[in-house]
């Protein structure tokens, strides 16, 4: 299973842009790239999944490099209520130990 | 119309004590999980279940064990509770064991006394 990693956290402000870069350096042929949103006392929330290129829902977009070692997550003018977890997690379900690990920690400011 | 819901959401025991926590999804999903977020905010799987087909984290401890009374339904059994038990525990679904999305359940909070 494709380790990943990602800053511990991050601050902007309301109404910015933010990217959070994830670095998958062993990333599988076969493995999808998910981002999950996780707010306190809830459980993760799917945002955005790709293999590669670039994605883009009506939250956020997903942008791939062709070698697929990592991959960023734009979130578009945020608000506060963005302020959460963000995982990024490689692999596909059938995967025995995925393990979302310690996500970004992404605080808006006023 | 909650998609994936879980009973309890606290569960407050004793060491040595057996335990359950149930899941359902309506979502028509085949396939159920059961995930773990200790302490320090690492969620990790736990059992993927799918079509009667049982996928373990080997990490896991044979005091848990998944019930699965039909594919709306997998429930979580603890027996034998230990302090280091005490986390969060997530079930979620998705429709196959493919790379789709994960819906994810509110949450169990265990605490171990």
């Known amino acids: 299973l494709a380790k990943t990693t990602q800053p511990i956290s991050m601050d902007s402000y309301e109404g910015q842009e933010v990217n959070i870069t994830c670095s998958h350096n062993?990333?599988?042929?076969?493995?999808?790239i998910t981002w999950y949103q996780q707010f306190p006392s809830q459980g993760p929330r799917f945002i955005i999944q790709g293999y590669k290129t670039k994605v883009t829902n009506e939250v956020a977009s997903l942008f791939i490099p062709a070698d697929r070692k990592s991959s960023t997550l734009s979130l578009p003018r945020v608000s506060l209520s963005d302020t959460a977890v963000y995982y990024c997690l490689v692999g596909v379900n059938r995967d025995d130990k995925i393990i979302f690990g310690k996500g970004t920690r992404l605080h808006i400011l006023p | 119309d909650t998609a994936v819901s879980q009973t309890p959401k606290y569960l407050v025991t004793q060491m040595g004590n057996d335990k359950s926590i149930k899941c359902e999804q309506n979502?028509?999903?085949?396939?159920m999980y059961w995930y773990k977020q200790d302490s320090k905010k690492f969620l990790k799987i736990m059992f993927s279940?799918?079509?009667?087909?049982?996928?373990i984290n080997e990490t896991v401890p044979n005091r848990f064990s998944p019930k699965s009374p039909d594919k709306a339904h997998l429930n979580l059994h603890i027996n034998s509770l230990e302090l280091g038990d005490s986390a969060v525990y997530f079930c979620a679904s998705s429709q196959d064991l493919g790379g789709g999305e994960q819906f994810f359940g509110p949450g169990t909070r265990l605490t171990v006394l």
């Open positions: 062993n990333i599988a042929t076969n493995d999808y």
């Open positions: 979502l028509g999903h085949d396939t």
């Open positions: 279940y799918n079509n009667k087909e049982l996928i």
